[in-house]
Nanobody, 119 residues
């Protein structure tokens, strides 16, 4: 029902910034929640940030709060993750995902984009 395509990953020095994009198609329901997750080899996937599509309310993992900002562009049907003050621990494959509404599992996933932060 929903297709997600991530982009914007790359290699960056510690302290640098990246902006990830997640294109969402087709149009999603107003109740949908879009989340950014990340996963490294040998680690479980963890949520980084999430945003409600309708109201724009956001939540962040404590490890990134104050450094990352999740946002949406309704006209472009795109969700962004602005990542500032990156540290090597942020290195991971980042995935965009959709939950039908707050509190429900994330059922739709993108293919991921690699973020590598060098020391």
């Amino acid at each position: 029902q929903v297709q997600l395509t991530e982009s914007g990953g790359g290699l960056v020095q510690a302290g640098g910034s990246l902006r990830l994009s997640c294109a969402v198609r087709p149009l999603i329901f107003n109740s949908y929640v879009i989340g950014w997750f990340r996963q490294t080899p040998g680690k479980e996937r963890e949520i980084v940030a999430a945003i409600s599509w309708s109201g724009g309310s956001t939540n962040y993992q404590q490890a990134v709060e104050g450094r990352f900002t999740i946002s949406r562009d309704n006209a472009k049907a795109t969700v962004y993750l602005q990542m500032n003050s990156l540290i090597p621990e942020d290195t991971a494959v980042y995935y965009c995902a959709v939950a039908r509404r707050t509190g429900l599992p994330y059922d739709y996933w993108g293919q991921g984009t690699q973020v590598t932060v060098s020391a």
